[in-house]
């Protein structure tokens, strides 16, 4: 049974720049949650998908943006990068339903230079 | 505002001690308290899990105790491990799905 995956595992971009993140949850969750974690932090919630649309929404500027696809893979956006973007972006699936718990994926590092 | 308070951020302990990591919340509306596991370069693993209507929960070498009343909650582990050094994580929410607050983690190394 695969866990959540995400990609790529690394990306290196420069300031102003876009990005894009991509997940796939664990078989069988229907919800996906993002995650920034600075270096040395907890990671902090940027927003959570479920049934393709945005469901909460954490404290984070608007150039952060996301989607959900009909299978439930999930795609984070960030544009206009600054340095401070740079952190391990974490992926986290659940399944509404049964108010299950959130399995995280590896996370993609983003260092912006 | 953290909404969780965590401590301490590092910890040192003898193979064979008992680790004890302990964190502490505000909201009242939080009713799920888990704990993570992170190694470099890792996402965070689910170690274990409690619900405010117990107050303690075990599982295998890891035991959360769970204070409703102080609005606190700790981590300990048993006969620690070399292979238990790691950053540890508490997190609470409003219930399982919603949004997790974090802790800021502690660095636990168990010296051989």
């Known amino acids: 049974d695969a866990g959540v995956t995400q990609s790529p595992t690394h990306l290196i971009k420069t300031r102003g720049q876009q990005v894009t993140l991509r997940c796939s949850p664990k078989s069988g969750h229907d919800t996906v949650s993002w995650y920034q974690q600075a270096l040395g932090q907890g990671p902090q919630f940027i927003f959570q998908?479920?049934?393709?649309?945005?469901?909460q929404r954490g404290n984070f500027p608007d150039r952060f943006s996301g989607h959900q696809f009909p299978n439930y893979s999930s795609e984070l956006n960030v544009n206009a990068l600054l340095l401070g973007d740079s952190a391990l972006y974490l992926c986290?699936?659940?399944?509404?339903?049964?108010?299950?718990?959130?399995?995280f994926g590896p996370g993609t590092r983003l260092l912006v230079l | 505002q953290q909404q969780v308070k965590q401590s301490p951020q590092s910890l040192i302990v003898q193979k064979g001690g008992i680790s004890i990591i302990n964190c502490a919340y505000e909201?009242?509306?939080?009713?799920?308290f888990p704990w993570y596991q992170q190694f470099p370069g890792k996402g965070p693993a689910l170690l274990i899990a409690?619900?405010?209507?117990?107050s303690e929960k075990k599982e295998g070498r890891f035991t959360i105790s769970f204070n409703k009343s102080a609005k606190q909650f700790s981590l300990h582990i048993m006969d620690s491990q070399p292979g238990d050094s790691a950053t540890y994580f508490c997190?609470?929410?409003?219930?399982?799905?919603?949004?997790?607050?974090f802790g800021t983690g502690t660095s636990l190394t168990v010296i051989p």
């Open positions: 909201n009242t509306a939080f009713d799920y």
């Open positions: 409690i619900r405010p209507d117990v």
């Open positions: 986290a699936s659940s399944l509404a339903l049964l108010g299950g718990t959130q399995y």
């Open positions: 998908y479920y049934e393709e649309e945005e469901r």
């Open positions: 997190a609470a929410s409003r219930n399982t799905g919603n949004q997790f607050y």
